[in-house]
């Protein structure tokens, strides 16, 4: 070998022996890193400070929950109670009746229809009412019980028959 032939080698083999010491430096660093998290995902007060940070900030409650089991931020959802209400004979009509009743589709009479409504108006309102309560079928056709709207009051579906048959006259 000559001479800067050595020269070479000698530094060749310092900067591996630098950097193997290198590899070795960080080995040993990573290894210690890994030790020191590892401590603290057991360590109970720093899970408790985890958690506090990247909790949600507001939970919904639903009606019902127990507002302590909620939490203190808590968005409450408005529920609007609901009201009793009635509805007239007019508005029952123009809500489930009219569909059928007001062109007179599937055979039901047409609503201000005298020839459709006379006979019909001569068994009397109770019948009628009965009929639109509980549903019938009749000869032109089937009329489902409260006109499919089964949320309606017995008194709604009266009022709405009665609105009817005073417009059928
Ligand atoms: C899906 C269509 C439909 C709807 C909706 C409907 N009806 Fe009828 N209704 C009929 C048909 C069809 C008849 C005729 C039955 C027959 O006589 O053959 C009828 C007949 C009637 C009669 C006469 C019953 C009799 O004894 O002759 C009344 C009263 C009546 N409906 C009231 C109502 C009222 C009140 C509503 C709304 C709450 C309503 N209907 C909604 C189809 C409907």
Same mark, same amino acid.
């Given at each position: 070998m000559s001479n800067q032939d050595h020269k070479f080698f000698d530094l060749f083999m310092l900067i591996i022996g630098v950097l193997v010491g290198i590899t070795i430096l960080l080995v040993f660093l990573a290894r210690y890193i890994a030790e020191q998290t590892e401590d603290m995902a057991t360590d109970s007060m720093y899970q408790q400070q985890l958690e506090d940070r990247i909790k949600p900030v507001g939970r919904a409650a639903l009606p019902g929950d127990e507002p302590e089991q909620a939490g203190a931020a808590v968005t409450k959802i408005a529920v609007a109670t609901p009201v009793a209400t009635t509805l007239s004979g007019p508005q029952v009509y123009n809500a489930? $009746?009219?569909? $059928?009743h007001g062109t007179g589709i599937a055979g039901a009479p047409k609503i201000g229809d005298a020839a459709a409504w006379a006979d019909r108006i001569a068994t009397g309102t109770d019948q009628l009412t009965k009929h639109a309560i509980s549903g019938f079928q009749g000869s032109t056709g089937y009329m489902p019980p409260k006109g499919g709207r089964t949320d309606l009051s017995d008194q709604e579906i009266s009022g709405a028959v009665e609105y009817m048959v005073s417009e059928s006259r």
């Open positions: 489930a $009746c009219v569909s $059928c």
